[in-house]
């Protein structure tokens, strides 16, 4: 992909008022001044893993996956893009457990698919770095805030909604999500951000 058309994707597509047109569906559980429980049904993700920093890795997939949904697949069709656009961080997988650093650190992105589409009829990518994949129903406790898309604003709101699950009593099931909403060009007080953490049912 162009770096052109990458700026076009991203004003167009990754804009506040476009990424605003459809989010995955959920009911709210609980909510208290911290964070709530959602109930979210199962969705279709495209997703791709990359070798980057956290600061780096939303970009840089965001590349591949964008390229994905402006027509570069099978059926050369152009797919409505959703919000949020999550980042988790994985270990790459190696033979034993290792420590985790820049060297060895991927992310996994993902876009949302519209849920119009299925597994039967979305386009195949054409780029074998997307991986198509559906995610079951979850029940996620959600922590939102504002501000800079760093990781060390991420890391420090993170601490506040990990100390407030365990004094709850929920056990994480999974390694926390970044969700974030907006355009980069959207001003930093106004962003949607949020962190999602997979709890028990």
Do not use: C, H
């Not at 988790?88 to 820049?102: C, G, H, L, R, W």
């Not at 709101?157 to 999974?174: P, V, Y």
């Amino acid at each position: 992909m162009s770096f052109f058309k990458f700026l076009i994707l991203l004003t167009f597509f990754y804009s506040g008022v476009a990424m605003a047109i459809e989010e995955p569906k959920f009911t709210i559980e609980t909510k208290n001044e911290v964070y709530e429980i959602r109930s979210y049904e199962s969705i279709l993700v495209a997703e791709t893993r990359v070798s980057a920093d956290f600061d780096d890795a939303g970009n840089k997939a965001f590349r591949i996956l964008a390229d994905f949904i402006f027509g570069n697949n099978k059926s050369k069709t152009k797919i409505d893009m959703t919000a949020p656009v999550s980042q988790q961080s994985e270990k790459i997988a190696m033979t034993a457990p290792v420590m985790m650093n820049k060297e060895n650190t991927e992310y996994l992105v993902q876009f949302t698919m519209p849920e119009k589409l299925s597994k039967e009829t979305l386009p195949l990518p054409n780029d074998e770095r997307v991986i198509i994949r559906e995610i079951p129903a979850r029940r996620i406790a959600v922590y939102s805030y504002s501000g800079s898309w760093s990781e060390k604003r991420f890391n420090e709101k993170l601490e506040i909604f990990r100390t407030a699950l365990r004094k709850d009593g929920l056990t994480s099931l999974r390694d926390p999500i970044f969700a974030r909403f907006n355009s980069p060009f959207q001003l930093w007080f106004l962003r949607r951000n949020e962190i999602w953490i997979e709890v028990e049912k």
